[in-house]
């Protein structure tokens, strides 16, 4: 069986945990990715999957079986390094070979495990070929090759894709994607690209700074943050995010005033909270004249626009206020540095996190059913 099951694991490397209270159960035959920015213990969690490291506390359990202290041969798992370890000096059919010809199988075993790998991989015509003269695809499926020869019960990749261009990192993800449909190989994934994540996973854990900070299905982790550095970390650019008053009294209903929320936002906060963090998404925020029910209401003076041909990235600060902004706006409009723009988001678009804690406050489908009955003056502002 190929289920994978971290209990309170944690990794101290003398007096600095770099791993905290690490729970995570990952079931046969899923595709699981761990994302988080360099240095929150992603990679740290892996080897210790895969006994490359020491677990300083709590249990790795694979299949029925306690590994824990089990050397790596014992594991029944394939790596993939970012830097794909190849020997330089063997071709692609020895590298693939090498682990079969430890084991010491027949020539005639290694050959045919060889060859429906390297016919999997579309490597056939490269075997007798030394990583040097192979393009970093190439070397990427060579590397893959090698860790799925050994049919192993789990798969880990450690950033694989890292090291390739943007053409071809895209490629060999599809390509990855392809390899676990068909193979369905419990797997576990490590990045910092939300992409490769978003588009591979079927869950996401989020870590930072050693520790889980959610875990769910790409969906999930985009309409759903837990809390502002979720938020913030996932999408491109991630969610606005501004500090307020917990009661609205930095904020103006004028209809002169940058900054303007729906009263529902302010409704129902813990009395503890004496400031919040309202957050939208670049990609949600549209001119005001175009959103029916408006959650938020912002002014914006545009100082930046990147274009993309398909859309653009609007920047900006809010007027007034200073808080920086972005919006993504189709194409088709204009925005000129110095200029003041009216945005708004729709209100099942608007979030509301604790400024103490991070955590998301209200639940953002619920609210947008709660609240689509908005006053007629409201919708006038």
């Not at 015509?125 to 049919?151: E, F, M």
């Not at 875990?215 to 491109?236: K, M």
């Not at 088709?332 to 678009?349: Q, T």
């Amino acid at each position: 069986m190929g289920e994978v099951r971290l209990e309170d694991v944690s990794k101290a490397y003398g007096g600095q945990t770099v791993v905290e209270n690490l729970h995570l159960t990952v079931a046969e035959g899923e595709f699981v990715v761990l994302l988080g920015p360099s240095g929150c213990g992603k990679s740290t969690t892996l080897r210790m999957i895969a006994g490359l490291e020491t677990v300083s506390s709590g249990r790795v359990v694979i299949g029925e079986t306690d590994v824990t202290l089990a050397s790596p041969s014992l594991r029944n798992v394939g790596m993939v390094f970012q830097n794909y370890a190849l020997f330089p000096h063997m071709s692609a059919f020895d590298n693939l070979a090498f682990g079969l010809k430890a084991k010491r199988l027949p020539k005639a075993q290694i050959a045919r495990r060889v060859t429906e790998v390297a016919q999997m991989l579309e490597l056939e015509d490269v075997l007798r070929v030394r990583p040097k003269n192979l393009s970093g695809g190439q070397r990427q499926r060579v590397a893959l090759g090698r860790a799925l020869i050994r049919k192993p019960s789990v798969f880990l990749m450690d950033e694989p894709l890292s090291n390739l261009d943007a053409n071809l990192r895209d490629h060999v993800r599809m390509e990855l994607a392809s390899l676990h449909r068909n193979l369905k190989i419990t797997t576990l994934y490590v990045t910092h690209d939300q992409g490769e994540a978003m588009t591979l996973a079927d869950r996401v854990v989020v870590m930072s700074a050693g520790r889980i900070r959610q875990i769910g299905t790409p969906e999930e982790i985009y309409n759903e943050p837990a809390d502002t550095f979720v938020a913030h970390f996932i999408g491109s650019p991630g969610m606005n995010l501004w500090s307020f008053d917990a009661h609205g009294e930095s904020l103006s209903t004028a209809e002169s005033s940058s900054v303007v929320m729906h009263p529902s936002l302010l409704q129902d906060l813990p009395t503890s909270e004496a400031e919040i963090v309202i957050g939208v998404r670049p990609e949600h925020l549209e001119l005001a004249d175009f959103v029916e029910t408006p959650g938020i209401r912002l002014a914006m003076e545009v100082e930046l626009v990147e274009r993309f041909g398909s859309h653009q990235l609007v920047h900006g600060k809010l007027a007034g206020v200073g808080h920086s902004i972005v919006a993504r706006m189709p194409a088709e409009l204009k925005f000129e540095p110095g200029s003041v723009r009216i945005v708004a988001a729709d209100i099942g678009r608007v979030y509301v996190f604790s400024a103490g804690s991070g955590e998301r406050l209200h639940v953002q489908a619920r609210a947008n059913e709660m609240y689509r009955a908005v006053d007629e003056a409201w919708g006038k502002r």
